[in-house]
């Protein structure tokens, strides 16, 4: 998607230019992953005008692959932002009608192909939201990954109105979720999508679990929301083991608040991929998420050192020279 | 329509921000028409969401009446520019799917009301183009108008890409076409729309007039391409006293190609209400025109000192003091 | 007036722009007021001239009613800002000679005719200030208010700098705050201007209603300045039935100083057209007056529904999706 | 003055944010002869404030001796600009009034000691329009540098409107020219202050230099308007030894059209202190002219080099490398 | 190199902010492939910083391969740019001391490798004067490319003040030329570095071609330099069969004057590579450097579909919608 | 040296225009001495072209006398920079390889002419780090103005990274310290250049002074940093009097974090040369370095009363009118 942000923090009828970036759950976690020098690739259909190459030439400068991008017939999803500051929150218009990437049919991909290399696939809520034949491509991907022994993930980020084709979530991510191995999911969405009713994330976690028995661990950030420019954020872990947190950082003043939990989740397969710590991988995952606030635009342009020192509190006025 | 133009002469993919304006060919008319002193409204739909309160905001500042203007379901419309120059022609991405404009129900407007106190109404074919709804609209205010003694204008404005639901521009304009005054229209249009194969402005006007005889009046531009930023436009007419044309216009460079119909129209307008002369009519609306493409933006921001100027050919690297 | 700010925090002397906003005490309410849903007509002089067509125009955009909006000879008046951040305060450099508003006739405005359909009139100790001529309409139309049975508000708004012409404010304002039913005034304003010698805020209410008979409420914000980024805003009320205050507000940080009080007003007279409950009343004009602090330029454009979320402390880090 | 610029082609009332640059008849001619080697001083009066402040300082910039401005009551005189193209004129809003400037007092400058290095004295007729007290202080410079034997220029450059004090410029100029070695002067200023009727340049010029016995030379620009864009200068110079003329120069496009007369002065001043070839001097002077309308701002950056290229034709597409 | 260029027209000593781009002749070639589909890769060595990591992905979101990017110690060349007007040219400030680039190693690149897959080898004469390790580098590679049996261009290039490390362009040109099947060559480059004194463009080359047996062919662009805004260009080639010229394209006003050369090497190479028609080819090549004049940046951002339009002389001010 | 500054908070990659300023430390101090109005030279070798003569006027801008400023050969030293927030620290990137003022010459400048009416010379340990020649200058300088007699002071500011000529600074500010009356040191810089190891301000400050006989205060400021926005500062001094400290200053949110150091010198130079007394001198430079992070830029661009101001915790949310 294109997102369209007014300026500093103008309304919408004070703007005379909008800014110009581009992201979308699983794109920003492919462009963390690659600016944490994982290679990734993103998997997507966008329209066959202007507006299409100009987002993929976007993504190819993050150093994603973007070989697998497919033109098609649709518009390019937008969302419009204005900012906000201190006690006005920020506010987004969501324009996606008939995206390319709703359009997109589901042989669209051959998902053998694609992922043949690959060790990890990633997916959230959204796709399978936006029509028939993406939740159909969703499903393929999913089982052509299981297949080949990737690890899964998935950001469930349940949203309502975007279920629009007829099915509701409830209708069709479980039969995605049950190709996960970790998913970051809410208690709200547990218990919108999926009817786990509780106020407890581990209690949620384990049910989950329960329901969903290739799911082996479910994973979260829990924000306090000081203010539109101040928030708190915690990272927090379930699975087998049982529940760990890491260290709580301080987002003050925050200067992007979109992506923060596609930082996370890239965070958290980097760390994944490197360090066999649990503990350390939630630590670093949240720390990415925490440097995203600091960052414009949707996705995390954070490198492995960066990350490690705002993971150490070296949070530093200090300039680097 | 919001209007988002790359800045300067970037290309899409260079652009990191977009200007934001709003246009439409009724609107432009409208608001060409307040800033000349003559009191216009604009009666359409927008989308009820922040971005259709902006559209609105902005036509509220040109002075033109918006009480009309409804919210609905739907889109706000948008289109995409980059601007050409010299010999590169600039490029325009559209993307109006299901705007709130194409939502509309016949009974979302009150014409008898709305037009009580009205002397002129004008339209284009943009609006039956989009919605089987909005050509019935369409069709009841032409009515109601004719029923109140307006005088009725059109811009024909063929864009075959547009008439998507079902019926073809031949369906349809004819129908509506019978309750005008005077219209704007090009040999390409009479070609398309109305059967008429000829490659003679005099002769087209002619057999519209014949097949509609409401018709007075056949206005349009002449415009020599020379390059992007280079035009000459000269205004043509042609009624029941013959033929007549404007002096010629040397348009360089061009700050804002977009809407000089529009400013053509809103010129003949007011020359219309104003001046009792049809070739100072002609002449006035041309140098609108002329005039609108030094202008930034979809309508044309003059007064009748600055057109008038114009017209009189005192162009002047003199500064107005 | 129109105001001209240096980009970002940038000094005078570093500025090579300066960003356009216009405002002014009354015109700030009816803006203010306009965003709320109330219909509000603001009533001056601008300059015959293209700045004061583009002031005008502006003020279109707001919704609010300029048909009261007069052309006339003298300056648009224009004040140049710099903003602060933390310990280093804004600056501010007023340039309001001659403007055209102080050159008002007593007859420029035909008050009977313009209050006709009015439920309230509010002006602020500004208008008096500027011009013998500016003080006999402001009395003109608080006689005509009166006698059409208006509420009548002021912002007592002292600055001495601008009785320049061989009136004080003590000769002046008191013959104008008679007809008020409510005030904004501090306790500088009045020691200053009505001899009230006093530290105690309601003390100084009541000795005002004292003095003014028909005055039945005087109201306030009591602001702690911690730096320039950072304030605390209380909003404070007394009349017959005692001293109330609203709820405080932490600004952090603040975008845009200018404004808080007349963002005040308008809340006030919002609430007290809409809620008969003077303790809501009081805690949405603060709440209007915080979020103000948060939105760049002159006046508060936020919805009574935005006003409510800020009002309930939801200052929500949370996204408006 | 400080001028307040819509960005690129805006109108003022689309305009959200205006360009700064500072500019005037002398203070131009000083700055341009800085960038061409030459030391010069400007004396002048700012407003004592922030504004004042900012104007010196960026004067300081362009290498100007600032050390005899004094600060003083009273506003900065501004203007306002809009910049046109092709067939649509730029437009001036001046805003003068009460300019600290016109506040000076005849003993505000101490001349003998101003001008105790100088060789060059120069004026324009702006400065004895704004006050009376401004125009004592004009003739006390001449005076004196007549008493100290510096060559004296003047820019007669006549506007009606600006003479407000009660005299003429008819009164006044006549008594100021009279110390004047050189003047510009065109034939309308001729006609309208010294009441010399005449059609002809060298007509005007003789006339000029009967009147005036101290006069040795007029000069002057002769600029043929294609359009905003797009002008022909032509230098061309009358004295004891007749008529001469310099090339003709081709402006298109122009990129900022203020200043010309200033540059060409500059121009002029050069050439006198440094050709002693009249004929060079005045090719030098329009090149100077010339390549002023090719940079923004109220005055020429360019140096020696920079005008004898464009002296030479070299108007190059050649990069400099 | 990173391309630092003043805003609009301003001198560098007006600009508060610099436009980024990037760019340089090999570079530029390949974007320009790129942009017209054909798949190309860049080879050179970046800073081991962040400046350096910035340019490669600039060069990656082109589309061009930048595996082949090293990373090493020294600078970002840069330059600095004032864009000129009129008969104002524009201006550079080169500052590429102590690149990374001019600290290549020999063996920095295995050309067997980088070279395996490819068609086509372009070189610049700029790469050989930096240092003595890159024009070996540049030997290897034209060695390994001609065993290869890939087709060798090059754009001669001649910049005197580059050649700093104790040879000349005449020393080491030949030595690499003697690789070439065509080569851009002006008659000055010629006779600085190849001691071919002529006035003549066949005269010239047919001695080249002499001069190098391998070299088949030399091709060129003549330009008229009417004005900084305004040239004429048209494409010249020479080889066994003859010369041959392209037609005129007429380039005003020009947008950004860089890299025309660069374009046309690039249009080049696509038509050899498809057309089979060198008339076409260098009609192709000529267009599209045309086209990159209007074009902002360093390289041509042009598909084939928009070249062969200007090719066709449809400079068309019609709006592509 | 020329700074280039991202953007707000954009990274590098994201940035497509840098802002411009100059700065370093030797000049910070000059400039926020002259905005304390202060006479102040400043005494350097700019580069021979565009950009040198750009960066001389910008710092005649700030009204300091750069009558001895030299153009030499070399490069003008550029830093780049991306401004931190929150929990992301700030980035420089260093490029001052081959600087103009490395190349200067011992004898490119006449000290006893430069120093003849001088009261105060200040240098820092950048300017022996860069070169041999520079090194020499320095002490060349040092020699004079001792023999004239003028209170001398430096910033040791130790930077390894610069030591490339082949003497450590252990080898060379030893001879240059032995010059100096007061100094401003950090317990790192003691450590790694003179040896003193010790964690404790107050030891170290007495033991250069008993290393440096004529060394009569060391000074400094203590940071805590919070964030990369938020810092607290105070102020620190030792001498034969004993150790005092300034009141702690709050920094949030910072606007620009360089050049906090040489507001704190030119604060202390300010006060030395007034106050006559150390406490208020201590506290007045503190105040200036707290001052000069709510400022854009290198140096300290605020006025005596606005330090006082800020001295006396006055930081104010009140509007200066």
Not at 137 to 149: E, K, N, S, V, W
């Amino acid at each position: 998607m294109m997102r369209l942000t007014a300026p500093g923090r103008q309304r919408f009828s004070q703007a005379t230019q909008l800014g110009i970036t581009y992201g979308g759950g699983e794109a920003n976690v492919s462009a963390a992953l690659a600016y944490l020098g994982i290679p990734a690739a993103h998997v997507t259909v966008f329209p066959e005008n202007d507006l299409g190459r100009a987002a993929a030439a976007f993504f190819q400068k993050t150093g994603i692959d973007t070989r697998h991008i497919q033109y098609g017939p649709g518009r390019l999803g937008l969302y419009f932002m204005e900012t906000g500051e201190g006690l006005r929150p920020s506010r987004i218009v969501y324009d996606r009608y008939e995206s390319a990437f709703a359009h997109l049919q589901p042989d669209t991909f051959d998902w053998k192909n694609i992922l043949s290399d690959a060790q990890w696939f990633h997916w959230t809520g959204i796709t399978p939201a936006v029509s028939a034949s993406a939740a159909q491509a969703c499903a393929d991907a999913l089982r052509t990954a299981r297949q080949l022994g990737l690890t899964i993930s998935a950001d469930v980020n349940y949203r309502r109105v975007l279920w629009q084709y007829g099915k509701k979530a409830g209708d069709i991510m479980p039969g995605l979720v049950e190709y996960c191995d970790v998913i970051v999911c809410t208690i709200g969405d547990a218990a919108d999508i999926f009817g786990i009713q509780t106020t407890d994330f581990q209690d949620m976690a384990r049910r989950m679990m329960e329901q969903f028995p290739n799911l082996k661990r479910v994973i979260a950030t829990r924000r306090e929301n000081l203010s539109a420019s101040h928030n708190r954020l915690t990272g927090v872990c379930f699975d087998a083991a049982g529940y760990i947190e890491s260290p709580t950082f301080d987002l003050q003043p925050i200067v992007d608040r979109i992506g923060g939990g596609d930082a996370f989740m890239a965070g958290y397969i980097y760390g994944s991929l490197t360090f066999n710590n649990l503990q350390r991988t939630l630590a670093f995952a949240t720390a990415a998420s925490a440097l995203k606030h600091m960052i414009e635009g949707d996705f995390n342009m954070a490198s492995v050192a960066e990350v490690e020192q705002a993971m150490q509190g070296d949070v530093a006025g200090r300039l680097l020279r």
